[in-house]
Each structure stands twice: as C-alpha cells, then as structure tokens.
C-alpha cells in the first residue's frame, strides 16, 4: 500500500503563490509518474501537471507559464509550484502517482486533496 499526504493548501489573494507538496510513503519499490489533478466544485477532476521520473512535464493549458512541476526522487515527493493564482485555480488537488510495491503490483494511488482557495 501507498500512502499520499500532501500540503501546503489554503487561501491566497488573486496573483499570489502556493507551494504544495506531496510524500509518498509505505514498502514502495518503485514509482513512475507523479501528477497533480484538481476539482473545483461542480466540475469533474481534471489534469494540472504530470511528471515522469526522468523529469518531463506536461501541464494543461490553463496552468502553462504559471504552474511549475518538479519531483524529489530520493524524498519520493513531488511539489506543484503556483504563481499568479486566479480564482478560477480555486479547488481540491490531488496528488496522484503509479507505484509499485514490494507486495502489488504498479497501481495508481491518489492523495487525501488539499483545498487551494484564491479570493478575488
């Protein structure tokens, strides 16, 4: 089993920058992509960022040029760097990543979600 904790949630003012933080623990032997969804209330959950254990990202559109995605391989932990935040980025993000543990094998795991609220 794979545990996902992440931080670094809360509110901040339009234009404003959040870090957030994601942890992966338990008897992982290995882990692939790591990614950042969102849902905002009403809508469906939808793709932020992904990163692939080599380092190429992929952003959705919205975020481009404003949202950066990086990974500590050695710490198991990926962060989401968030710059010149709008209240449209208002939502729960979930940390996401495919590991494989010494028990399972490669399976998708989520995170708890942090609430990110931008006022206007």
């Known amino acids: 089993q794979v545990q996902l904790v992440e931080s670094g949630g809360g509110l901040v003012q339009a234009g404003g920058s959040l870090r957030l933080s994601c942890a992966a623990s338990?008897?992982?032997?290995?882990?692939?992509?790591m990614g950042w969804y969102r849902q905002a209330p009403g809508k469906q959950r939808e793709l932020v960022a992904t990163?692939?254990?080599?380092?190429?990202?992929n952003y959705a559109g919205s975020v481009k040029g404003r949202f950066t995605i990086s990974r500590d391989n050695a710490k198991k932990t990926v962060y989401l760097q968030m710059n010149s935040l709008k209240p449209e980025d208002t939502a729960v993000y979930y940390c996401?990543?495919?590991?494989?543990?010494?028990?399972?094998?490669?399976?998708?795991?989520w995170g708890q979600g942090t609430q990110v609220t931008v006022s206007s």
């Open positions: 990163i692939t254990v080599g380092g190429t990202t």
């Open positions: 996401n990543t495919r590991a494989t543990t010494w028990l399972a094998s490669e399976s998708e795991y």
């Open positions: 338990g008897r992982i032997f290995s882990i692939a992509d």
